[in-house]
């Protein structure tokens, strides 16, 4: 790990959201005393749950080299067959039941995805915008166009569930739901096999070096399918989330969102070459594309001004590093 | 068989190898003992890779027998070889950039364990065993990107330590490593010859491992030629028999005393990468541009082509001024440039031979209607390639089915064909093999015959000896020597780039 005085960490993509984010809240606290409140807070994280798990798949994907653009259809599916499901055979379904079922959806949506990019070999981009389209059309041609909202009760008691609530002095309300629970622990586990199995350690370097891993024997093949698998299984949990704290299961939501995911991750410092990606950085990321698209407002620039903003993060987030390499590499020559 | 000895750990007898009708391996008998380093040399095409596949169990020799540390293997594969203790270090390293150095050395010890959990601190441990074993120092925790490539070798090196290596196969092992450098690895490898462990060296560069080394194999057209003690063989010896022929490295022919003036450059300098650059190039002439890797010679080179743009100064062609920082100004200006990357600089891999030399050329066999003349073009560019020697089965065959010597023929055909008064080499024979370095030589002083001048920046000593009229040597990105070629030798020639 670096410490706090190694010119690495002020040179790394996490330190520069990071202050980023802090610059935001300063200007958001002068100009509304009222930003800087457990109900700004509480919203921010409700507004990050769902892009916060697809996010940390999304930086699997990377880290292992590939790119993934059909996570969200995944989502979209799994939530959306799942209430189908649930409301068709038993309506008195216990929530995690259904959730089980919308990840499990996911699960096999992405080992598709698995099948068709360890097994075959094909390109991932070209694979996942290949299944981002069929996935999207299968689900409104056979699955079903029509908003539910009419979902089974234990969905809607679900996102009922709060680990804490309450008003404060000002008199604004704030929440933290459940759901938070479950970003928690998609992060915990995640970390734990990034960091503490080898088949972490093999995403990592099948990312680095994809022949290099297989001179060494990693099971490439294996490695990618559960990439693949995991990011579908994850992109479940979202969806069904989404669905639930929503009260609605609408076909046509989330799909749009995945380059807004993808967006975060880069942000955080993962490289689309592969390789590198930490869940830290992803977790920044997806905090400053939340602030943007829900507190502009508040230091006084308008909502239009959202895609504009989060581009111009992208391309100074990623150009300043990246244009410093390329200043170092032309004097060392 | 004849004399197997009780002791050798790599022991391969009468290996043949064919692929499709082409036998790349002929009857080759091979040993390695404990603790021994043997040179295995040969040109491209030899068959000195195929031999290396087949100790590391990636290729299945057609006949013969494999045996490792004295078991007879009917069937290998690169498991049954590296858990036998064969480890191959490949010219990339094949290392993780993104991963630290412990974790690169310990890897593949944690993969053969059968373990699903990382355990980082008997990673360390492992790394720092590894390390410590070859006496070197080595930050574990830096990630191998910022390394510089001579600790990515040592890095390679413990992995294949940390794999309990008996036998490490080093490919071309001193190719970007500068003459300390090299020195120290010899340390390394003496080390590691005490301790038992067996080396192969497989270069083309072999003069400065045979030092370290006992025996020397060579190979050519899949046979071996020559095998002896390292001791009776010198750079000499060894190129005779590689190649089948003696390559006498004939010096530069004089300039013609009242040569004009070809080029000149005045005050060339940029921020950063060279300054106060001044010379002249007359024709006819062949000039050198030395320096050590930083010296600011690639950016030089770059820059007399336009690659890179100058902060200011001239360069004049013919006494007319050249836009500097502009490659479709030079070019007008015929000069020409041959990259040292050809690879991801000079040629369009997947494109035929012909078209590669042809597409300097389109302007020139264009008709008034824009349209090309294809005929003309082909019959042209077949033209240069012949008169360059350039071996190839099919001109229409994509320029990545060559060997590395013919694909910088190609190159140079490219711009041959233009008729360039000025030629920039970058490095010609990086990579390409001795008797093709030897006829790229000869290629150079023909082409200096005829009048052009020629620039070659390269930190090949002997290269530049064989070629130079004059050889400029550059230090902190200015010029700090300047050698008359013919009187110069390797000795005075290290020391100037040293000092």
Same mark, same amino acid.
């Given at each position: 790990?670096?410490?706090?005085?190694?010119?690495?960490?002020?040179?790394?993509?996490?330190?520069?959201?990071?202050?980023?984010?802090?610059?935001?809240?300063?200007?958001?606290?002068?100009?509304?005393?009222?930003?800087?409140?457990?109900?700004?807070?509480?919203?921010?994280?409700?507004?990050?749950?769902?892009?916060?798990?697809?996010?940390?798949?999304?930086?699997?994907?990377?880290?292992?080299?590939?790119?993934?653009?059909?996570?969200?259809?995944?989502?979209?599916?799994?939530?959306?067959?799942?209430?189908?499901?649930?409301?068709?055979?038993?309506?008195?379904?216990?929530?995690?039941?259904?959730?089980?079922?919308?990840?499990?959806?996911?699960?096999?949506?992405?080992?598709?995805?698995?099948?068709?990019?360890?097994?075959?070999?094909?390109?991932?981009?070209?694979?996942?915008?290949?299944?981002?389209?069929?996935?999207?059309?299968?689900?409104?041609?056979?699955?079903?166009?029509?908003?539910?909202?009419?979902?089974?009760?234990?969905?809607?008691?679900?996102?009922?569930?709060?680990?804490?609530?309450?008003?404060?002095?000002?008199?604004?309300?704030?929440?933290?739901?459940?759901?938070?629970?479950?970003?928690?622990?998609?992060?915990?586990?995640?970390?734990?096999?990034?960091?503490?199995?080898?088949?972490?350690?093999?995403?990592?370097?099948?990312?680095?070096?994809?022949?290099?891993?297989?001179?060494?024997?990693?099971?490439?093949?294996?490695?990618?399918?559960?990439?693949?698998?995991?990011?579908?299984?994850?992109?479940?949990?979202?969806?069904?989330?989404?669905?639930?704290?929503?009260?609605?299961?609408?076909?046509?939501?989330?799909?749009?969102?995945?380059?807004?995911?993808?967006?975060?991750?880069?942000?955080?410092?993962?490289?689309?070459?592969?390789?590198?990606?930490?869940?830290?950085?992803?977790?920044?990321?997806?905090?400053?594309?939340?602030?943007?698209?829900?507190?502009?407002?508040?230091?006084?620039?308008?909502?239009?001004?959202?895609?504009?903003?989060?581009?111009?993060?992208?391309?100074?987030?990623?150009?300043?590093?990246?244009?410093?390499?390329?200043?170092?590499?032309?004097?060392?020559? | 068989?004849?004399?197997?000895?009780?002791?050798?750990?790599?022991?391969?007898?009468?290996?043949?190898?064919?692929?499709?009708?082409?036998?790349?391996?002929?009857?080759?008998d091979f040993t390695v003992n404990h603790g021994e380093a043997v040179c295995l040399a040969g040109e491209n095409g030899s068959g000195k890779s195929t031999l290396i596949k087949i100790i590391s169990g990636v290729e299945q020799a057609t006949?013969?027998?494999?045996?490792?540390?004295?078991?007879?293997?009917?069937?290998?594969?690169?498991?049954?070889?590296?858990?036998?203790?064969?480890?191959?270090?490949?010219?990339?390293?094949?290392?993780?950039?993104?991963?630290?150095?412990?974790?690169?050395?310990?890897?593949?010890?944690?993969?053969?364990?059968?373990?699903?959990?990382?355990?980082?601190?008997?990673?360390?441990?492992?790394?720092?065993?590894?390390?410590?074993?070859?006496?070197?120092?080595?930050?574990?925790?830096?990630?191998?990107?910022?390394?510089?490539?001579?600790?990515?070798?040592?890095?390679?090196?413990?992995?294949?330590?940390?794999?309990?290596?008996?036998?490490?196969?080093?490919?071309?092992?001193?190719?970007?490593?500068?003459?300390?450098?090299?020195?120290?690895?010899?340390?390394?490898?003496?080390?590691?010859?005490?301790?038992?462990?067996?080396?192969?060296?497989?270069?083309?560069? =072999?003069?400065?491992?045979?030092?370290?080394?006992?025996?020397?194999?060579?190979?050519?057209?899949?046979?071996?030629?020559?095998?002896?003690?390292?001791?009776?063989?010198?750079?000499?010896? =060894?190129?005779?028999?590689?190649?089948?022929?003696?390559?006498?490295?004939?010096?530069?022919?004089?300039?013609?005393?009242?040569?004009?003036?070809?080029?000149?450059?005045?005050?060339?300098?940029?921020?950063?990468?060279?300054?106060?650059?001044?010379?002249?190039?007359?024709?006819?002439?062949?000039?050198?541009?030395?320096?050590?890797?930083?010296?600011?010679?690639?950016?030089?080179?770059?820059?007399?082509?336009?690659?890179?743009?100058?902060?200011?100064?001239?360069?004049?062609?013919?006494?007319?001024?050249?836009?500097?920082?502009?490659?479709?100004?030079?070019?007008?200006?015929?000069?020409?440039?041959?990259?040292?990357?050809?690879?991801?600089?000079?040629?369009?891999?997947?494109?035929?031979?012909?078209?590669?030399?042809?597409?300097?050329?389109?302007?020139?066999?264009?008709?008034?209607?824009?349209?090309?003349?294809?005929?003309?073009?082909?019959?042209?560019?077949?033209?240069?390639?012949?008169?360059?020697?350039?071996?190839?089965?099919?001109?229409?065959?994509?320029?990545?089915?060559?060997?590395?010597?013919?694909?910088?023929?190609?190159?140079?055909?490219?711009?041959?064909?233009?008729?360039?008064?000025?030629?920039?080499l970058n490095g010609p024979s990086v990579g390409v093999d001795v008797g093709s370095k030897a006829d790229i030589h000869d290629i150079i002083r023909d082409l200096a015959k005829e009048g052009i001048g020629v620039i070659i920046i390269s930190?090949?000593?002997?290269?530049?000896?064989?070629?130079?009229?004059?050889? =400029?040597?550059?230090?902190?990105?200015?010029?700090?020597?300047?050698?008359?070629?013919?009187?110069?030798?390797?000795?005075?020639?290290?020391?100037?780039?040293?000092?």
């Amino acid at each position: 790990m670096s410490s706090l005085f190694s010119k690495d960490f002020w040179t790394r993509n996490e330190t520069l959201v990071a202050g980023v984010i802090i610059l935001f809240c300063v200007i958001a606290t002068l100009s509304d005393p009222l930003f800087l409140s457990v109900t700004t807070l509480s919203d921010l994280l409700r507004a990050s749950i769902v892009i916060g798990i697809l996010a940390v798949g999304a930086m699997l994907v990377l880290v292992s080299g590939g790119i993934d653009v059909s996570f969200t259809a995944i989502a979209v599916f799994a939530m959306y067959a799942a209430s189908v499901i649930a409301l068709a055979i038993w309506p008195g379904m216990p929530w995690p039941l259904i959730f089980a079922i919308s990840v499990c959806i996911g699960a096999a949506l992405g080992a598709i995805n698995g099948l068709f990019i360890a097994v075959f070999g094909l390109p991932t981009l070209i694979v996942t915008l290949g299944t981002l389209s069929v996935f999207r059309g299968f689900l409104l041609t056979f699955v079903g166009s029509q908003r539910i909202s009419d979902l089974p009760p234990a969905m809607r008691d679900f996102s009922r569930g709060v680990i804490a609530r309450g008003t404060t002095e000002a008199g604004s309300f704030y929440s933290f739901p459940w759901a938070l629970a479950a970003l928690l622990a998609v992060i915990v586990l995640t970390w734990f096999i990034l960091h503490k199995t080898m088949l972490g350690r093999s995403i990592y370097a099948i990312g680095g070096s994809l022949e290099s891993a297989r001179r060494l024997g990693i099971n490439v093949k294996a490695t990618q399918f559960f990439v693949y698998v995991y990011v579908g299984a994850l992109a479940g949990l979202a969806g069904i989330i989404h669905g639930s704290v929503g009260r609605m299961a609408d076909p046509f939501s989330l799909v749009g969102l995945e380059l807004s995911v993808i967006a975060a991750v880069v942000l955080g410092g993962a490289r689309l070459i592969g390789g590198y990606g930490t869940l830290t950085g992803t977790l920044l990321g997806v905090a400053l594309i939340v602030i943007v698209q829900n507190s502009l407002i508040v230091v006084g620039i308008p909502t239009t001004w959202q895609s504009v903003t989060i581009g111009l993060l992208i391309l100074i987030g990623t150009g300043v590093p990246a244009y410093r390499a390329k200043r170092a590499a032309a004097h060392a020559g | 068989m004849s004399d197997v000895s009780p002791h050798a750990f790599i022991d391969l007898a009468g290996i043949t190898k064919r692929y499709a009708g082409v036998t790349a391996l002929d009857g080759v008998d091979f040993t390695v003992n404990h603790g021994e380093a043997v040179c295995l040399a040969g040109e491209n095409g030899s068959g000195k890779s195929t031999l290396i596949k087949i100790i590391s169990g990636v290729e299945q020799a057609t006949e013969g027998e494999v045996r490792i540390g004295g078991n007879l293997h009917s069937v290998l594969n690169p498991r049954i070889s590296a858990a036998a203790g064969v480890m191959v270090i490949f010219q990339d390293f094949s290392l993780f950039p993104n991963l630290t150095v412990y974790e690169n050395i310990a890897f593949s010890t944690q993969l053969t364990g059968h373990k699903r959990l990382f355990d980082r601190s008997q990673a360390r441990k492992v790394a720092q065993a590894a390390i410590d074993r070859i006496g070197v120092k080595l930050d574990i925790d830096k990630r191998v990107e910022d390394l510089p490539v001579a600790h990515k070798q040592l890095v390679a090196i413990c992995r294949a330590l940390a794999s309990k290596a008996r036998l490490i196969i080093m490919d071309e092992p001193t190719t970007a490593l500068t003459e300390k450098e090299v020195k120290a690895l010899l340390g390394i490898i003496r080390l590691l010859k005490e301790e038992g462990v067996a080396v192969i060296f497989v270069s083309h560069k =072999l003069a400065e491992v045979l030092e370290v080394s006992e025996k020397v194999v060579v190979l050519r057209n899949g046979k071996k030629v020559a095998e002896g003690p390292a001791s009776e063989f010198d750079t000499q010896s =060894l190129t005779r028999h590689m190649t089948g022929r003696d390559v006498p490295e004939a010096r530069p022919s004089p300039v013609i005393a009242d040569a004009k003036t070809l080029m000149s450059v005045r005050d060339l300098a940029k921020n950063g990468s060279f300054e106060n650059i001044n010379f002249e190039l007359m024709s006819g002439e062949v000039l050198g541009i030395t320096g050590l890797l930083g010296s600011g010679r690639t950016s030089l080179a770059k820059a007399l082509f336009g690659l890179v743009a100058p902060d200011k100064g001239s360069i004049t062609v013919d006494g007319n001024a050249v836009p500097i920082g502009d490659p479709v100004a030079a070019s007008h200006a015929r000069i020409g440039y041959v990259p040292e990357d050809r690879l991801t600089e000079g040629l369009f891999l997947s494109q035929s031979i012909v078209r590669n030399v042809a597409i300097g050329r389109l302007d020139e066999h264009t008709s008034a209607a824009g349209f090309l003349n294809m005929n003309g073009l082909v019959a042209e560019a077949a033209e240069w390639l012949q008169r360059l020697k350039v071996k190839a089965p099919d001109i229409e065959a994509p320029v990545q089915s060559l060997s590395g010597g013919n694909q910088q023929r190609v190159a140079l055909a490219r711009w041959l064909s233009r008729t360039p008064r000025v030629l920039i080499l970058n490095g010609p024979s990086v990579g390409v093999d001795v008797g093709s370095k030897a006829d790229i030589h000869d290629i150079i002083r023909d082409l200096a015959k005829e009048g052009i001048g020629v620039i070659i920046i390269s930190d090949d000593l002997p290269e530049l000896l064989a070629t130079c009229h004059r050889i =400029l040597v550059m230090r902190d990105g200015k010029i700090t020597d300047e050698l008359a070629g013919g009187v110069a030798t390797e000795e005075k020639l290290a020391r100037s780039l040293a000092s």
